[in-house]
């Protein structure tokens, strides 16, 4: 059979896809755009009832918030990937920026400046919350949302112990410089999201564990009869997960001044969202990097052009769910008549 | 005539996938539906399902016009019921449940559990099974389970049941009790459309046939005086037989020695097969098969020389030194042992992943730049190499893997373990659910890595192929092995003796 004849019955054995005459598919382009496209609709809709939405201030404002749970978000997309998830996030990021001032406060450590050793701390607190979820899921086979369940009020509790449930302030300007510094006119936790980010592509496009990460995602049985140490490799999404939580609470402890015990809080609520309006499924295998970011904007920019618009506070908590609900929706009706 | 299909044409972009098929079923007969994959069968099915509307033709149930737009469960309740090879029950439920769900009776609103488990038990003493309706379809055996989907059939009152692929996971002598249920069924008007490749249930079991080749409808007619490689030579257009592809081939040394190995998996699975002391050799260059029928312990075995499993008892002896049992699938790998599993699906593809990405998995840690980078143009090349030498139909290597049909999914699937370069290479049931042309294909590649040296270890329920393949054919019985016999020699009837009775007689061990 000659080459056409040969891709022509290539193409026999295939299942059809539904598409238009021309080849494109409406559906398909949504799913793959949409996300974006109305991303864009929001910000016009917000810029049109209030010209300052798109002052450089309320631009740096909104990155600089998105930033922070921004970067849980670039963790949150990989556990999503392997079907867990990790409720513990905002506790996590409570926990690890307390020890982390309690450290240089009160304690008197210092490894170097405070901001390095504050940093060190909150980061490494952060991997350690995050080992120890893992190990726990995987070890007694008990389910992420369980585990992570209990973590959220473990070290919930914990943070409040460090100071008696209240905030340690007062910190030095090099610590106070990465919540509210900038490089080249750029605020600086958005260039650590930036450079987070980055990493989190890098890491899902290019490398061996970002494979492994959407095989055990796609079909767990299946990724441990090719030899995967699937054990291992779930445990690591959660220490890094842990790890970035650490490094949201570093960040919201330089911008605030203070580190707090109620920190982050209802924190992997935003950070879940992010993921799944991005496009990842809660039962795993799909959903990346770039799509979290688009989700984190898009519920940042809405949280910050309602509060522009005097909108109640209150509403703003039902337009955000509604959208979350509606983007899932969406999303999975696209999954199921798209292809 | 009971159900009618006439000038049916059915088109998706770029495909013809049926063009002017005709189909005549009677009542009370059954009724074999032939063809290549890819042939058109799975399309024509769904369109009598109503999960698909024709483009154009007639379909006539009883002499009455059936729309196009119908929903399955209208068809449902029309009388055609289709019984798919997954099957489609839910595992925590009761099999009365399972068979009335959605159409429970009611009393006053509420579900009438007496009357349901009541008129599910005169359904399953009609059909003479002993099964009990209250029992969880969970706890129940492959075979079981299917038998739970006729007599869900028989809920609707079914005029026509489709069953596609009924005994692909059946053992011998679950294959007679389907036979018995067919036969009931047939006695009783009821028509039924068998959809299957193993050619010599079409022999002993059906009445009529209809062959479809291409999309095209090529024969029907009376099974009666025919072979099976009449029914073949319709189907392919060509005569095919599985050629015993073994001759000149050397065998080597001895890579793999099981010595004792026994489980009892019992206490965590009800089902599971016990193996007793289990011993076997296994040699360089030479192809063993292991026959026997469903639960024999294949397998488990071939589980747990992989590592995928854990054994109770026993060594696996793999050169050098004596070895423990292997404890995770990454050890087996690493020993030069690869396995392709038994149920694609659910074990062996990513199905929404490329088959780039389902191809090289295993081996990225040859692939990858400071062993963290993925190095796309060596994968890109990977992928082309087994692409040729498998010849896997693809339009590119990005394609998800799920869009192949299932003998590309195979091919996909033997070379990622190809790819590893393994000493031993278990495939476990290679062919199942392939059509004829491809099943011959993957013999030959697998007879080529036997002659390249590697011990290749073919598990197949299927007797002619285990034969075609074999040099030398490990028969398994409830758990041990009771004779290992040269492929050469070996007839389907000493096969099914040792099978199926396990008598060991004067068969002796191939040195």
Known sequence: ???????????????????????????????????????????????????????????????????????????????????????????????????????????????????????????????????????????????????????????????????????ISGFDEGLRWWGTGAILGVPVPVVVFILVAAGGYIIQRYTRFGRQIYAIGGNVEAARLTGLNVKAVE??????????????????????????????????????????????????????VGGTIIGALLIGVLSNGLVMMGVNAYYQQIVIGVIIVLAVAFDTYAKKHGR | MLLAARNIQKSFPGVKALDGVHMNVRPGEVHALLGENGAGKSTLLKILAGAQAADGGDLMLDGAVLDPADSPLQRQEAGVVTIYQEFNLLPEMSVAENMFLGREPTRHGLINWREMYQRAQAILDDLGLKLDPRKPVRSLSVAEQQMVEIAKAMTFEAKLII????????????????????????????????????????????????????????????????????????????????????????????????????????????????????????????????????GAGRTELARIIFGADRSDEGVIWLGGGRMQLLRSPSEGIDNGIALVPEDRKQQGCFLDQSISQNMTLPSLKNLARWGVFVNETAERELVEKYRKALRIKMPSHLTPIGKLSGGNQQKVLLARCMALSPKVLIVDEPTRGIDIGAKAEV?????????????????????????????????????????????????????????????????????
């Open chain 2, 163 to 294: 069953m596609d692929e009924p005994t692909a996971a059946l053992s011998d002598r679950e294959v007679d009790v389907l036979y018995r249920i067919v036969r009931n069924l047939r006695a009783r008007g009821v028509s039924i459309i068998y959809v299957t490749h193993r050619l010599v249930e079409v022999i002993e079991l059906c009445d009529r046939f209809t062959v479809l080749r291409d999309g095209q409808f090529v024969a029907e007619g009376k099974v009666a005086g025919k072979k099976v490689a009449d029914l073949v030579k319709m189907m392919v257009g060509r005569d095919v037989e599985f050629v015993r592809c073994t001759a000149s081939r050397q065998r080597g040394d001895l890579v793999l020695r099981v010595e004792n190995v026994s489980r009892d998996g019992t206490a965590t699975d009800p089902h599971a097969t016990v193996l007793r002391n289990i011993s076997v050799e296994v040699y360089a260059g030479e192809v063993l098969g292991f026959a026997g029928l469903v």
């Open chain 2, 443 to 511: 013999h030959q590649v697998l007879t080529d890595m036997a002659k390249s040296g590697v011990a290749v270890i073919v598990i197949s329920s299927e007797l002619p192929e285990i034969m075609a393949v074999s040099d030398r054919i490990a028969v398994f019985r409830e758990g041990s092995i009771t004779g290992v016999v040269s492929g050469d020699s070996a007839d389907e009837e000493t096969l099914m003796r040792l099978m199926a009775i396990g008598e060991n007689a004067d068969l002796t061990v191939v040195a």
């Open chain 1, 1 to 167: 059979m000659d080459a056409v004849g040969e891709q022509r019955n290539a193409e026999a054995q295939l299942e059809p896809e539904r598409k238009g005459k021309s080849g494109w598919s409406a559906i398909e382009f949504f799913n793959r755009y949409g996300t974006g496209i109305f991303l864009v609709l929001v910000c016009a809709f917000f810029m049109a009832q209030n010209p300052h939405f798109l002052s450089l201030r309320n631009i740096a404002n909104i990155l600089t918030d998105v930033s922070i749970y921004g970067v849980i978000a670039v963790g949150m997309t990989f556990v999503i990937i392997t079907a867990g998830v990790d409720l513990a996030v905002g506790a996590t990021l409570a926990f690890a920026s307390m020890f982390a001032a309690w450290l240089i406060s009160k304690a008197g450590v210092s490894i170097g400046p405070p901001w390095f050793t504050a940093l060190l701390a909150s980061v490494a607190v952060g991997a350690a919350v995050g080992y120890i979820h893992g190990k726990a899921t995987t070890f007694f086979n008990v389910p992420a949302f369980i585990t992570t369940l209990g973590g959220m009020t473990i070290w919930r509790g914990a943070s409040m112990l460090i100071n008696d449930g209240g905030p």
């Open chain 1, 235 to 288: 445990t690591s999404v959660y220490m890094i997960v842990g790890l970035l939580s650490g490094l949201a609470g570093f960040l919201l402890m330089a911008r605030l001044n203070s580190a707090e015990a109620v920190a982050g809080l209802n924190y992997e609520l935003r950070v879940i969202a992010s993921v799944v309006i991005g496009g990842a499924s809660l039962a795993g295998g799909v959903g990346g």
